[in-house]
């Protein structure tokens, strides 16, 4: 488990601060908070097919629990709340848990990665409770493919969550594509033609070692530069144009409404303007995807801990940010089995 390197204290002049920052400059605005550690997808990267050791329920943060820390988070400088998981839409609160952090002053947006399954059924709650942003995840536009990687059917359902949201108007719709060699590698295609009449953006995500079974070390890995190469030989009128600060390379063709991303999950070369939080269902801060070193606000919230002793958790956690990803993989052993404990 988490044998590491020591807590750095925080100086006086870090805890008096009112904004969430490192020894390194960077200011984290943006929260991800895992509400669950369930999902009815088994993707092959994510997980086995029995599934991890998910944790009791009464171990997960409740809804007033995950309420309260936007609440706090909102006066750290967060403006930006993402619900993930596990699969989020399997969160009985989740349409309520969008709308509170959608009204807690301070949050500018809230945005939710899903698997797509249930979003025929939830997409108009979401978008009446406020939600700006939805991340869709689905990695092929073939059904027995779909199959192969999610080990469950559903991907017809999965795009007509994604046609009705694009009908509802969210004003930021994206779809997450982890991309594979030998795969996927030859749909890259269909993906970029998404864009030609929808103003979406398909992102291109690479392939991380974060499942028990490394299907990482099979030969799927499909790195970020090499991705862009394709890409730009395939449409070789690709403009880059700006997107999020997560988003490695953002191009557009000329005439086609949305955009595509490449993000560099392995190759870590953005970890300098990072801006993110992470919080697992269980109620613990990761400063990092890739550390393993976590910060138990569980603890604090269930034994009548302070909104000062909580915010101060935060910052303890985020100045002990290391200067980038590799570093905090090099200082340990994940303890996690699984991205759906950690969020993504
Ligand atoms: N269930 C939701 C979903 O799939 O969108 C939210 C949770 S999932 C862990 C969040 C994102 O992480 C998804 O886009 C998924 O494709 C991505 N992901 C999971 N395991 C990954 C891996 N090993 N490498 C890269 N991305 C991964
Ligand atoms: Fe479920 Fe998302 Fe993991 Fe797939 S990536 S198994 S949908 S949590």
Same mark, same amino acid.
């Given at each position: 488990?988490?044998?590491?390197?020591?807590?750095?204290? !925080?100086?006086?002049?870090?805890?008096?601060?009112?904004?969430?920052?490192?020894?390194?400059?960077?200011?984290?605005?943006?929260?991800?908070?895992?509400?669950?550690?369930?999902?009815?997808?088994?993707?092959?990267?994510?997980?086995?097919?029995?599934?991890?050791?998910?944790?009791?329920?009464?171990?997960?943060?409740?809804?007033?629990?995950? #309420?309260?820390?936007?609440?706090?988070?909102?006066?750290?400088?967060?403006?930006?709340?993402?619900?993930? /998981?596990?699969?989020?839409?399997?969160?009985?609160?989740?349409?309520?848990?969008?709308?509170?952090?959608?009204?807690?002053?301070?949050?500018?947006?809230?945005?939710?990665?899903?698997?797509?399954?249930?979003?025929?059924?939830?997409?108009?709650?979401?978008?009446?409770?406020?939600?700006? /942003?939805? #991340?869709?995840?689905?990695?092929? !536009?073939?059904?027995?493919?779909?199959?192969?990687?999610?080990?469950?059917?559903? !991907?017809?359902?999965?795009?007509?969550?994604?046609?009705?949201?694009?009908?509802?108007?969210?004003?930021?719709?994206?779809?997450?594509?982890?991309?594979?060699?030998?795969?996927?590698?030859?749909? %890259?295609?269909?993906?970029?033609?998404?864009?030609?009449?929808?103003?979406?953006?398909?992102?291109?995500?690479?392939?991380?070692?974060?499942?028990?079974?490394?299907?990482?070390?099979?030969?799927?890995?499909?790195?970020?530069?090499?991705? %862009?190469?394709?890409?730009?030989?395939?449409?070789?009128?690709?403009?880059?144009? #700006?997107?999020?600060?997560?988003?490695?390379? @953002?191009?557009?063709?000329?005439?086609?409404?949305?955009?595509?991303?490449?993000?560099?999950?392995?190759?870590?070369?953005?970890?300098?303007?990072?801006?993110? @939080?992470?919080?697992?269902?269980?109620?613990?801060?990761?400063?990092?995807?890739?550390?393993?070193?976590?910060?138990?606000?569980?603890?604090?919230?269930?034994?009548?801990?302070?909104?000062?002793? %909580?915010?101060?958790?935060?910052?303890?956690?985020?100045?002990?940010? !290391?200067?980038?990803?590799?570093?905090?993989?090099?200082?340990?052993?994940?303890?996690?089995?699984?991205?759906?404990?950690?969020?993504?």
């Amino acid at each position: 488990m988490q044998t590491i390197t020591e807590t750095i204290p !925080l100086p006086n002049s870090a805890l008096r601060e009112s904004l969430l920052h490192d020894r390194f400059g960077r200011v984290f605005s943006y929260l991800r908070i895992a509400v669950n550690e369930r999902c009815n997808l088994r993707c092959i990267y994510c997980m086995p097919p029995e599934g991890v050791d998910f944790q009791s329920k009464k171990e997960l943060l409740t809804t007033r629990e995950i #309420n309260r820390i936007v609440g706090v988070a909102s006066t750290l400088g967060i403006s930006k709340i993402r619900f993930t /998981g596990g699969e989020p839409l399997l969160h009985p609160h989740i349409v309520s848990l969008v709308g509170t952090a959608v009204k807690t002053p301070g949050i500018e947006s809230v945005h939710l990665t899903t698997n797509g399954l249930l979003l025929r059924e939830t997409a108009e709650a979401l978008r009446q409770a406020g939600l700006h /942003g939805i #991340n869709i995840s689905f990695d092929t !536009l073939d059904n027995t493919k779909f199959k192969t990687i999610t080990r469950k059917e559903g !991907l017809p359902v999965v795009l007509e969550g994604l046609e009705l949201a694009l009908m509802l108007e969210f004003p930021d719709v994206k779809v997450n594509v982890v991309a594979m060699r030998g795969f996927n590698d030859d749909e %890259i295609t269909d993906f970029v033609e998404l864009t030609r009449e929808h103003p979406l953006t398909v992102r291109f995500i690479e392939l991380m070692p974060f499942d028990s079974h490394q299907i990482w070390k099979t030969g799927k890995f499909y790195q970020a530069e090499h991705l %862009i190469s394709d890409l730009t030989t395939l449409y070789p009128d690709l403009t880059p144009v #700006n997107g999020s600060s997560t988003e490695h390379c @953002v191009f557009q063709h000329p005439g086609y409404r949305g955009k595509i991303a490449v993000i560099p999950a392995y190759s870590r070369n953005l970890c300098s303007g990072c801006t993110r @939080v992470r919080l697992t269902a269980d109620g613990y801060i990761r400063n990092c995807l890739y550390s393993h070193r976590e910060y138990n606000l569980r603890e604090i919230l269930r034994n009548d801990g302070t909104d000062r002793e %909580i915010a101060d958790l935060f910052k303890t956690a985020m100045w002990n940010k !290391l200067a980038d990803g590799w570093e905090a993989q090099r200082r340990g052993e994940e303890h996690r089995e699984s991205m759906t404990q950690i969020g993504g």
